[in-house]
């Protein structure tokens, strides 16, 4: 079965400071990987998706993302933080013909000013 | 387009009652799913639909029915709610795998509380 580890429950972070969240997958096969952001109180909207080809990804908001099948990470990258990213952060794997999206437990970021 | 709607945004329920999370979507997408968000677990499945009269289990399926009678719309019923289902809930949408995978379109969530 395939599962998703977000080893840092909390990251705290200093406006302007770059971040980095982790992300562990595990899946036998080619996996589609999503990292997902959740504003208090608010759905989930996607920040970026991983299917094939280039193994580092653009998103949205500045963020970005490298797919490293030798580690079965995808890691969520921003250079700098804006106190608005202050938000939880969840990563997501399913099968390419897949109906079943597993998330990670997510991450919490705190922006300090 | 509303993208994803879902009713109520909060519900207070006693062990026991029963009761019915509404979940609507006017984007023509086949697929539609059901989560449950708790503390430190992230998102976790508990039924999907991948067109109308066709729904199966997720992860979490017991205590939940649910039942897609057509496109728009997929409702999940919880029969008897127990403390265990204090949860927030969210439905999710997307085209089908005919159209490739694509991004799921999450609705705004259902803040239910079971006393």
């Known amino acids: 079965a395939q599962s998703v580890t977000q080893p840092d429950i909390h990251i705290t972070v200093s406006e302007g ?12 096969a080619t996996p589609y990987l999503f990292w997902y952001v959740q504003s208090p109180g608010q759905g989930l909207q996607l920040l970026l998706k991983y299917f094939s080809g280039d193994t580092l990804v653009q998103g949205i908001k500045g963020f ?3 797919f490293k099948r ?17 938000a939880e952060y969840f990563c997501a794997v399913d099968k390419a013909a897949g ?6 437990g997510g991450t919490r970021v705190l922006v300090k000013p | 387009n509303a993208g994803v709607t879902q009713t109520p945004k909060f519900q207070v329920l006693k062990t026991g009652q029963s009761m019915t999370l509404q979940c609507a979507q006017d984007m023509n997408h086949e697929y539609m799913s059901w989560y449950r968000q708790d503390p430190g677990m992230g998102l976790r499945l ?3 639909s991948v067109g109308a009269g066709i729904t199966d289990q997720g992860e979490v399926p017991n205590g939940y029915n649910v039942s897609r009678s057509t496109t728009e719309d997929f409702p999940l019923r919880l029969l008897s709610a127990a403390p265990s289902q204090t949860s927030v809930y969210f439905c999710a949408s997307r085209p089908g795998l005919d159209w490739g995978y694509n991004e799921q379109f999450f609705g705004p969530g259902t803040r239910l509380t079971v006393l």
Do not use: M
């Open chain 1, 17 to 28: 400071a770059s971040l980095e969240l982790r992300c562990n997958y595990s899946y036998g």
């Open chain 1, 64 to 66: 970005e993302a490298e």
């Open chain 1, 70 to 86: 030798s580690q079965s990470s995808f890691n969520l990258r921003k250079p700098s933080v804006h106190w608005s990213d202050a």
């Open chain 1, 99 to 104: 109906n079943k999206l597993t998330f990670g």
């Open chain 2, 46 to 48: 508990i039924h999907y």
